[in-house]
């Protein structure tokens, strides 16, 4: 028996912003709820392989470096996606890469980080 990663929570301070971000950089549809929360929703159905994404007020900004973070696929060309997630309001950070690592880290509008890969990863 295994588990599997269903759905990733992301707590934040302004839902709206994160809705509007989110949403629209993974595609996902929008299921916002009345207690300061929404889930994203991956579009058509949802399989064990596309986690759904909870974002829930917290009222508090994040401090310090995630522990964990999403690392994202593009489609087609990543620094094309890179580009269109900086117009969405992402920004670029440094963590300590060299300049050399297959990804790029971004930070969303309240500063989480995550990381577009050049490629699906492999074993």
């Not at 929703?41 to 310090?64: E, F, H, I, M, Y």
């Amino acid at each position: 028996m295994v588990v599997r990663i269903a759905q990733c929570t992301l707590d934040v301070d302004d839902l709206d912003v994160m809705v509007a971000f989110w949403s629209t950089a993974l595609g996902y549809e929008v299921e916002q709820g009345d207690d300061d929360s929404a889930k994203l929703w991956p579009p058509g159905q949802s399989s064990a392989t596309s986690p759904t994404v909870w974002l829930q007020g917290s009222g508090t900004p994040k401090r310090g470096k995630n522990r964990l973070h999403l690392d994202l696929v593009a489609d087609a060309d990543p620094q094309a996606e890179v580009q269109r997630l900086l117009s969405l309001g992402a920004r670029r950070v440094d963590v300590g890469q060299t300049g050399t690592e297959g990804f790029t880290v971004l930070a969303d509008p309240e500063g989480n980080e995550f990381c577009v890969l050049d490629g699906r990863p492999t074993r």
